[in-house]
């Protein structure tokens, strides 16, 4: 309580006290008074109030308040404490405290009482006078404040036992975030960097001053800023691959995982990652290691394969000459020897391309019931001299006409039939094809070859497909082989959809069995008729160029006005919708769109997308894919989305003015392909045009005749067999031929004076420059020399290779139909690897002023490209080398700048694969490359 004005309450009190009441003026004092005064008496009657205590107590004017006792308007409970004080008074003693009044109405008061001793003029107290002061509602503010003081100080001590809670909480966090072994850290929604483990700064080199309160991209996500996976895409991220940046700005590949959590009520990335260089290394050292092995098996394989080759034909050789009966069985001894060999290395090879994920596929178009007769045959041929007797049977709902891999589903077959022979002595062996599961366009084949043979027991059959495994350990000493045969039968008949078993019993034989996935193919599908006219096609067509890159679209216009072509171009997609619609307005629509795939705000696929979802357009449009990064699987993809054909950069003229004929011929009905017509790829045009690819096979020995004519077929390619140089000459007089292979010695005319009438310019043969590959048992020295004397444009050396002959005929084949250049006996023509101009000449023909113009417009590019290029290196900014690099690669591929075109591939690989050394390796190059090509244009 405080009692600091005591004083000045007596003053006032005293001055009232020796006033006259009689007094006016100071009548009117008192009653103006806005404090309540009152003279009371010994016995507390009061004597004289002011009328502010009228309105103290309550009491109406009118009413009187002297004579009344005091104590009438003080609580019960507190009566006490006024006698109390009143016995004070009379001892002359002046008292100041607070009391609880209750007013004439009820109401209860708090008021500060200030008493001072009435006396007469003898000293006698007589009575007291009281100034009141109305405190009531300070008392509530003061209470209130109390209230106020009491739950603040609640509510720290809860706040301060909460944080010492969290802080112990924390603490604890802090000892498991640190113990971790992997990188932990936590991003705010800004994507500003909140906390960072210590193996987090380990794997990032760094500090945590240096990285906290810092946007995320600048060192744990080298993704542009703005598409965030999480924040930006959405994407959820769970053990993904990526890159983070560390002190020196290398891309330390790292796995990751991004998950949202709450943290003091807002809400957090919290990223947990671990570094895996380590373990790239090892997949790479495992890679390289695998490489090296397969590597060494090949050439080793290779190198024993020669020689057997040498021994095999050989022996076939000796075994046609006169030889006594001993002499004819230590030969077939030899041959069958050879022959076990060879067996044994193909199985070791295949097993080691499995091993290395090196066994792959082909798809392609076959006739199952044209494969099947052949195997027949050559099973006849082992089984000759033998008491079986081999039976076929084929499910009539088996279709004839196939895709697939037919050589694997070949070895497969040949693999379970050379088993069922092996371990027959008599009876049958039969191979059936059923259809295991039918749609309209697939089937899933099962294959059986069912024997009389021994049988394999119970214990045996578990572990019968794993490697180098017999079902009896002298099997092998009896019967030879690798035990390897059925392990790459199932490895290859699980990459055909598939898979394989056996049944067996003991006594009574066994029947292996396995099923194969493959498409149906229709006769349409796979004859062609190719005999359209080809010009008026191409004269008829209305095609839209969609490129970003100007050189490109010169480049495909040249080509286009070449063959007659209406076109237009458009460098993004929006302007090729617009033109797309426009056209169709205007009742003339276009009929093909060659779509580039990597273009800035929409790429190809989404343009061809929007296309096909475009009701006015996917009917009447055909697309194309054109890119300059290809990956597999991408055909399939395109396929779905609606593309009809998918090639790649640089592109051949020929393959390219085949895929537009193919395209629109194939489509003339439909313009959309579907699965079971399959999308046309540049393998896809090679092997159609491998049907109107025409060979000459001059050879007299039926043997060497029917391997070389397998190997065609193996190959893909058919070909005409003649026996001698005069039959080759009457063929050739009637027929345009694209390749010759001519035997050496052939009876009534040898190979090389065939050759020499064939050069001859006044001979009858049509045309003088056909290709001639010799085949010859002489392997010496100089004999290679004396074939291209002759006329000849390669030699190769009896037992024919398969792989020499394939190298040979893909050149040729190659020569003609991709790169569509002419042939020339005996030479080569090689474009120089900096800048060869007959690339732009293959495409544009002799339209200098064309070409000219295209060369100028690629070094005012390339000029800006590499200066971008340069500059964003030099700040590490790598999404925009490979964007520039991209662009470079393009163009100077389709001018013929070889060289600067695969520097450029290497550095947008180097870009992709987060290769820091390599990238500032190849631009050092590229500068070097430009420099030349820039100097060549200028000759």
Same mark, same amino acid.
């Given at each position: 309580?405080?009692?600091?004005?005591?004083?000045?309450?007596?003053?006032?009190?005293?001055?009232?006290?020796?006033?006259?009441?009689?007094?006016?003026?100071?009548?009117? &004092?008192?009653?103006?008074?806005? *404090?309540?005064?009152?003279?009371?008496?010994?016995?507390?009657?009061?004597?004289?109030?002011?009328?502010?205590?009228?309105?103290?107590?309550? @009491?109406?004017?009118?009413?009187?308040?002297?004579?009344?006792?005091?104590?009438? $308007?003080?609580?019960?409970?507190?009566?006490?404490?006024?006698?109390?004080?009143?016995?004070?008074?009379?001892?002359?003693?002046?008292?100041?405290?607070?009391?609880?009044?209750?007013?004439?109405? /009820?109401?209860?008061?708090?008021?500060?009482?200030?008493?001072?001793?009435?006396?007469?003029?003898?000293?006698?107290?007589?009575?007291?006078?009281?100034?009141?002061?109305?405190?009531?509602?300070?008392?509530?503010?003061?209470?209130?404040?109390?209230?106020?003081?009491?739950?603040?100080?609640?509510?720290?001590?809860?706040?301060?036992?909460?944080? !010492?809670?969290?802080?112990?909480?924390?603490?604890? /966090?802090?000892?498991?975030?640190?113990?971790?072994?992997?990188?932990?850290?936590?991003?705010?929604?800004?994507?500003?960097?909140?906390?960072?483990?210590? =193996?987090?700064?380990?794997?990032?080199?760094?500090?945590?001053?240096?990285?906290?309160?810092?946007?995320?991209?600048?060192?744990?996500?080298?993704?542009?800023?703005?598409?965030?996976?999480?924040?930006?895409?959405?994407?959820?991220?769970?053990?993904?691959?990526?890159?983070?940046?560390?002190?020196?700005? *290398?891309?330390?590949?790292?796995?990751?995982?991004?998950?949202?959590?709450?943290?003091?009520?807002?809400?957090?990335?919290?990223?947990?990652?671990?570094?895996?260089?380590?373990?790239?290394?090892?997949?790479?050292?495992?890679?390289?290691?695998?490489?090296?092995?397969?590597?060494?098996?090949?050439? %080793?394989?290779?190198?024993?394969?020669?020689?057997?080759?040498?021994?095999?034909?050989?022996?076939?050789?000796?075994?046609?000459?006169?030889?006594?009966? *001993?002499?004819?069985?230590?030969?077939?001894?030899?041959?069958?020897? =050879?022959?076990?060999?060879?067996?044994?290395? /193909?199985?070791?090879?295949?097993?080691?391309?499995?091993?290395?994920?090196?066994?792959?596929?082909?798809?392609?178009?076959?006739?199952?019931?044209?494969?099947?007769?052949?195997?027949?045959?050559?099973?006849? &041929?082992?089984?000759?001299?033998?008491?079986?007797?081999?039976?076929?049977?084929?499910?009539?709902?088996?279709?004839?006409?196939?895709?697939?891999?037919?050589?694997?589903?070949?070895?497969?077959?040949?693999?379970?039939?050379?088993?069922?022979?092996?371990?027959?002595?008599?009876?049958?062996?039969?191979?059936?094809?059923?259809?295991?599961?039918?749609?309209? /366009?697939?089937?899933?084949?099962?294959?059986? @070859?069912?024997?009389?043979?021994?049988?394999?027991?119970?214990?045996?059959?578990?572990?019968?497909?794993?490697?180098?495994?017999?079902?009896?350990?002298?099997?092998?000493?009896?019967?030879?082989?690798?035990?390897?045969?059925?392990?790459?039968?199932?490895?290859?008949?699980?990459?055909?959809?598939?898979?394989?078993?056996?049944?067996?019993?003991?006594?009574?034989?066994?029947?292996?069995?396995?099923?194969?996935?493959?498409?149906?193919?229709?006769?349409?599908?796979?004859?062609?008729?190719?005999?359209?006219?080809?010009?008026?096609?191409?004269?008829?067509?209305?095609?839209?160029?969609?490129?970003?890159?100007?050189?490109?679209?010169?480049?495909?216009?040249? %080509?286009?006005?070449?063959?007659?072509?209406?076109?237009?171009?458009?460098?993004?997609?929006?302007?090729?919708?617009?033109?797309?619609?426009?056209?169709?307005?205007?009742?003339?629509? $276009?009929?093909?769109?060659?779509?580039?795939?990597?273009?800035?705000?929409?790429?190809?696929?989404?343009?061809?997308?929007?296309?096909?979802?475009?009701?006015?357009?996917?009917?009447?449009?055909?697309?194309?894919?054109?890119?300059?990064?290809?990956?597999?699987?991408?055909?399939?993809?395109?396929?779905?989305?609606?593309?009809?054909?998918?090639?790649?950069?640089?592109?051949?003229?020929?393959?390219?003015?085949?895929?537009?004929?193919?395209?629109?011929?194939?489509?003339?009905?439909?313009? =959309?392909?579907?699965?079971?017509?399959?999308?046309?790829?540049?393998?896809?045009?090679?092997?159609?045009?491998?049907?109107?690819?025409?060979?000459?096979?001059?050879?007299?020995?039926?043997?060497?005749?029917?391997?070389?004519?397998?190997?065609?077929?193996?190959?893909?390619?058919?070909?005409?067999?003649?026996?001698?140089?005069?039959?080759?000459?009457?063929?050739? *007089?009637?027929?345009?031929?694209?390749?010759?292979?001519?035997?050496?010695?052939?009876?009534?005319?040898?190979?090389?004076?065939?050759?020499?009438?064939?050069?001859?310019?006044?001979?009858?043969?049509?045309?003088?420059?056909?290709?001639?590959?010799?085949?010859?048992?002489?392997?010496?020295?100089?004999?290679?020399?004396?074939?291209?004397?002759?006329?000849?444009?390669?030699?190769?050396?009896?037992?024919?290779?398969?792989?020499?002959?394939?190298?040979?005929?893909?050149?040729?084949?190659?020569?003609?139909?991709?790169?569509?250049?002419?042939?020339?006996?005996?030479?080569?023509?090689?474009?120089?690897?900096?800048?060869?101009?007959?690339?732009?000449?293959?495409?544009?023909?002799?339209?200098?002023?064309?070409? !000219?113009?295209?060369?100028?417009?690629?070094?005012?590019?390339?000029?800006?490209?590499?200066?971008?290029?340069?500059?964003?290196?030099?700040?590490?900014?790598?999404?925009?080398?490979?964007?520039?690099?991209?662009?470079?690669?393009?163009?100077?591929?389709?001018?013929?700048?070889?060289?600067?075109?695969?520097?450029?591939?290497?550095?947008?690989?180097?870009?992709?694969?987060?290769?820091?050394?390599?990238?500032?390796?190849?631009?050092?190059?590229?500068?070097?490359?430009?420099?030349?090509?820039?100097?060549?244009?200028?000759?």
């Amino acid at each position: 309580m405080n009692y600091d004005n005591l004083n000045t309450d007596k003053d006032i009190i005293n001055r009232a006290e020796n006033s006259s009441p009689h007094n006016d003026i100071h009548m009117d &004092i008192l009653n103006s008074l806005m *404090e309540s005064i009152l003279v009371v008496s010994n016995d507390n009657v009061i004597l004289f109030c002011n009328p502010a205590l009228h309105e103290l107590f309550e @009491v109406d004017m009118h009413e009187v308040l002297i004579g009344r006792s005091f104590l009438d $308007f003080v609580s019960m409970d507190q009566r006490d404490i006024v006698t109390g004080q009143t016995g004070k008074n009379q001892n002359s003693e002046s008292s100041r405290y607070e009391l609880s009044i209750v007013t004439e109405k /009820n109401n209860i008061k708090t008021v500060l009482l200030s008493v001072v001793p009435r006396k007469d003029e003898e000293g006698r107290t007589t009575g007291s006078f009281i100034l009141i002061s109305d405190i009531t509602e300070r008392k509530r503010i003061e209470l209130e404040l109390a209230e106020s003081e009491r739950r603040f100080r609640d509510i720290t001590e809860q706040r301060r036992a909460e944080e !010492e809670e969290l802080n112990k909480v924390l603490k604890a /966090n802090e000892s498991i975030l640190e113990a971790l072994p992997f990188g932990i850290m936590i991003i705010g929604r800004d994507k500003r960097i909140i906390r960072a483990n210590s =193996a987090a700064l380990k794997i990032l080199e760094r500090d945590a001053e240096e990285i906290y309160g810092n946007i995320c991209h600048d060192f744990i996500c080298p993704t542009e800023v703005g598409e965030c996976p999480i924040l930006d895409l959405g994407e959820k991220v769970d053990d993904s691959e990526r890159f983070i940046l560390n002190r020196n700005k *290398e891309m330390i590949p790292i796995l990751k995982s991004v998950i949202p959590i709450e943290l003091n009520n807002e809400k957090v990335l919290l990223e947990a990652f671990v570094d895996i260089s380590r373990q790239r290394r090892a997949e790479d050292k495992a890679k390289k290691a695998s490489s090296v092995k397969s590597t060494f098996l090949a050439n %080793m394989s290779h190198e024993i394969r020669t020689p057997m080759n040498g021994v095999i034909c050989m022996t076939g050789l000796l075994i046609e000459t006169d030889l006594s009966p *001993e002499q004819r069985d230590f030969t077939l001894t030899i041959q069958e020897s =050879a022959e076990s060999l060879m067996s044994i290395i /193909n199985d070791i090879l295949d097993f080691s391309r499995m091993e290395v994920g090196k066994l792959e596929l082909e798809e392609i178009d076959f006739d199952l019931r044209t494969m099947l007769g052949s195997i027949a045959d050559l099973a006849a &041929i082992r089984l000759h001299g033998k008491n079986i007797e081999l039976m076929m049977s084929v499910n009539s709902e088996v279709p004839s006409l196939l895709k697939g891999d037919p050589g694997r589903l070949r070895q497969i077959i040949i693999n379970l039939l050379a088993n069922a022979i092996k371990f027959t002595s008599k009876g049958e062996i039969i191979l059936a094809v059923d259809v295991a599961r039918k749609t309209d /366009n697939r089937i899933l084949l099962k294959f059986s @070859v069912t024997d009389t043979g021994a049988g394999i027991p119970p214990d045996k059959l578990k572990n019968l497909f794993d490697p180098f495994t017999q079902a009896d350990s002298s099997t092998t000493r009896k019967y030879g082989g690798t035990g390897l045969g059925l392990t790459i039968s199932r490895q290859i008949a699980n990459l055909l959809g598939g898979e394989i078993g056996v049944e067996s019993t003991p006594g009574e034989g066994s029947t292996f069995w396995f099923t194969v996935d493959m498409i149906i193919r229709k006769p349409a599908q796979i004859f062609r008729n190719r005999k359209i006219d080809e010009a008026a096609l191409l004269n008829s067509l209305n095609i839209l160029i969609v490129d970003d890159n100007q050189t490109n679209r010169t480049i495909l216009a040249g %080509m286009m006005m070449n063959w007659g072509c209406r076109h237009q171009e458009a460098n993004s997609g929006d302007s090729a919708l617009s033109l797309l619609r426009d056209a169709l307005l205007k009742d003339d629509p $276009f009929d093909i769109a060659v779509l580039d795939m990597q273009m800035p705000d929409m790429d190809g696929e989404t343009l061809g997308r929007r296309i096909k979802n475009d009701p006015y357009l996917k009917d009447t449009l055909l697309l194309i894919m054109y890119t300059s990064i290809a990956a597999r699987g991408d055909a399939s993809k395109m396929l779905k989305a609606g593309f009809s054909a998918y090639l790649t950069k640089p592109v051949k003229v020929s393959q390219f003015r085949d895929c537009l004929i193919s395209m629109h011929s194939d489509n003339s009905q439909s313009c =959309a392909r579907d699965e079971t017509r399959g999308i046309i790829t540049k393998h896809s045009l090679v092997e159609s045009r491998k049907e109107e690819f025409r060979i000459l096979l001059a050879e007299d020995n039926p043997v060497n005749q029917k391997v070389a004519l397998k190997i065609l077929e193996k190959l893909g390619y058919s070909a005409t067999p003649v026996e001698n140089g005069m039959e080759a000459l009457r063929k050739l *007089e009637n027929n345009v031929y694209d390749l010759v292979l001519m035997d050496i010695q052939m009876p009534k005319m040898d190979g090389f004076e065939a050759t020499g009438i064939i050069r001859d310019p006044q001979s009858s043969v049509l045309d003088h420059e056909v290709p001639v590959i010799a085949m010859t048992a002489h392997a010496m020295d100089g004999d290679r020399e004396k074939c291209i004397r002759a006329g000849m444009d390669d030699y190769i050396s009896k037992p024919v290779k398969s792989e020499m002959l394939t190298r040979m005929i893909e050149e040729i084949f190659s020569r003609k139909f991709i790169a569509g250049t002419k042939h020339e006996s005996g030479k080569k023509k090689e474009g120089s690897a900096v800048f060869d101009r007959s690339v732009l000449m293959e495409s544009l023909g002799d339209d200098h002023e064309l070409i !000219e113009e295209i060369l100028e417009l690629f070094r005012s590019n390339a000029d800006e490209i590499m200066t971008s290029l340069k500059k964003a290196a030099s700040e590490d900014d790598f999404e925009t080398v490979r964007s520039n690099a991209h662009s470079l690669k393009g163009s100077s591929g389709n001018i013929g700048a070889k060289a600067l075109m695969e520097t450029m591939k290497s550095i947008e690989e180097a870009c992709s694969d987060g290769d820091v050394n390599t990238i500032r390796t190849r631009i050092r190059q590229s500068e070097e490359d430009f420099a030349d090509l820039m100097e060549e244009l200028e000759k």
